[in-house]
Structures are given as structure tokens and as C-alpha cells.
């Protein structure tokens, strides 16, 4: 299979300042971030792309959905919009593309935040991965649509906001899931140990104790691990923290972006 050529991403932009760029996950687009993106954009430039294959994004041939494609594709929107450095977001997988730019590109990257991520797919989480691929081949997109729903979200928030499981429906129903599901299969390669302790950009993790996809435990690593990464925990708080905790989320982000941002560029 010849290499996937570059995808122009589709990006939202709201508001003007210190540039943040938030980045979704499997089976997300730029509305995965809820009210988050309008909350910071009050003091801050956002943008909030659709990765490649997702949303009104397109997906070149020949697309793996490999790391490497899609920090490509968020490095040449950067240098579209003239931004040299970022603050760099990353929601569940998309919280491995933002270590995978960080580590890569150090220079176009001011720090990293973490939403309900890791600095590698684990076993239980490729399980997650593989089970959602398995569900949706072998069971259809009902029982594919349920079992996200379970993954994604604390029970007792999902079964009060069942407005949101019809939106999640509503999106993904009559939508193109091959990106989907190719990320879901790249993921399993994803592993940072032994290259993060060296990692130049500041580290802020936010992270809700119920997930049911990336393990809480995953916080206190990468504090150990990187000097100096600060942890913002949640209770009662699934996977999908912008969308339940979306206050919450943009007051920790904003606090973070603003603290480094007073400190010196080294």
C-alpha cells in the first residue's frame, strides 16, 4: 500500500491569544470537546481540528492512521494558521498524538495536557480497543453504539444526560467509521516508555477515577515518571471528562496554560 498523502484538516477557531489546540479520539470529532473550546477561547486562540477520517475531515489513500500521519497533519495545520508553538491537548488517543508531536517536535510544542490519557496503550486498554472493532464487525452498529456508551461514559451521568447517548448516535449512525476502527487497531503499538522522562515539554494530566478505558493508575505514573507533571483528579468521573466535567476541565486547563505560560521559555 503506497503512504497516505497529508489530510487539510478541518478546524474550529474561537477566540485570540496563546494558542491551545485540543485534540479528540477514537471516534471523535471537534465536538467531543463540548463547551471546553468556547469556556478557554474567552482569553485564548482554540483550535479544535477533526483529525483525519473523522468529522468533515478527509481520509487520504492509503491512510494507517498511524501516529506519524496524524502529527503530520497537525504540524501542517499549525504552519497554516502561522503558529510556531502550541499548548497541545489531547483527549484518550488523542492525548498519544500530542505526546507523539511533543517528543517529535519539541520546538512546536509548549506543553502537554493530558485528558483521560497515558503514555501507552496498555493491555487493558488495546482489550478496550479490540472489543469495540469486534462488536461493531461481528454484532452491528447498535451493539457497537451500546457498548461505547458503557466504555466511554460514569453510569449514573450517562443514564441523566441520555440527550447525549442520542447525539452520539446521531453523529456516528450514517458516518464513514473506517478511521475509526484503523485507529483503534494503531493504538496497540502506541508506547512512550523510556523516551517520556526526557520529554521537554511541561506535563498536566487530568483524569477521571471511574474510567473504564485508560486506568487511573496511568495519572501517578506519569508523575513519576516526568518531573514537575501536575494531576488534577475527578470523582465520580468516566472517561469522556469534557463532556461531564466540562467546567471543571477548562478551569484546570486554563490555570495550567496560564501558570506556564508566566514561566520562562527555555
Known amino acids: 500500500m503506497a503512504p497516505a498523502t497529508s489530510a487539510e484538516l478541518y478546524v474550529r477557531r474561537e477566540g485570540a491569544g496563546t494558542p491551545i489546540v485540543l485534540l479528540h479520539g477514537i471516534a471523535g470529532d471537534h465536538t467531543m470537546w463540548g463547551l471546553v473550546p468556547h469556556d478557554l477561547a474567552k482569553d485564548h486562540l482554540v483550535l479544535v481540528p477533526d483529525l483525519r477520517g473523522h468529522g468533515k ?7 494507517t492512521m498511524g501516529f506519524a500521519e496524524l502529527a503530520g497533519d497537525v504540524l501542517a495545520m499549525l504552519d497554516r494558521e502561522g503558529i510556531d508553538r ?19 517536535h519539541p520546538e512546536r510544542v509548549r506543553t502537554v495536557t493530558l485528558v483521560s490519557s497515558a503514555g501507552i496503550c496498555d493491555r487493558h486498554t488495546r482489550s478496550i480497543g479490540e ?23 460514569y453510569p449514573d451521568w450517562i443514564e441523566a444526560h441520555m440527550e447525549v447517548a442520542d447525539r452520539v448516535r446521531e453523529r456516528l449512525e450514517h458516518a464513514d467509521l473506517t478511521a475509526t476502527l484503523a485507529w483503534c487497531e494503531s ?33 501517578r505514573l506519569l508523575r513519576q515518571t516526568i518531573q514537575g507533571t501536575e494531576v488534577r483528579l475527578l470523582a465520580q468521573t468516566g472517561h469522556m471528562v469534557p463532556v461531564e ?9 486554563r490555570g495550567w ?8 521559555v527555555v
Not at 506535563?203 to 471511574?210: C, E, R, S, Y
Open 131 to 153: 472489543r469495540w472493532v469486534t462488536t461493531f464487525r461481528e454484532e452491528g452498529f447498535d451493539a457497537f453504539l451500546l457498548r461505547l456508551l458503557k466504555d466511554l461514559y
Open 257 to 264: 496554560v496560564s501558570r506556564r505560560d508566566a514561566a520562562p
Open 57 to 63: 475531515s478527509p481520509l487520504p489513500p492509503g491512510t
Open 86 to 104: 502550541a499548548h497541545l491537548v489531547g483527549l484518550s488517543a488523542g492525548g498519544f498524538l500530542a505526546l507523539t508531536i511533543a517528543l517529535a
Open 187 to 219: 493504538i496497540r503499538a502506541f508506547d512512550t516508555r523510556g523516551r517520556l522522562a526526557g520529554m521537554e515539554a511541561p506535563l498536566f494530566v487530568i483524569q477521571g477515577m471511574d474510567d473504564q478505558v485508560i486506568d487511573p493508575s496511568h495519572a
Open 245 to 253: 466535567r466540562p467546567t471543571e476541565t477548562a478551569e484546570a486547563i
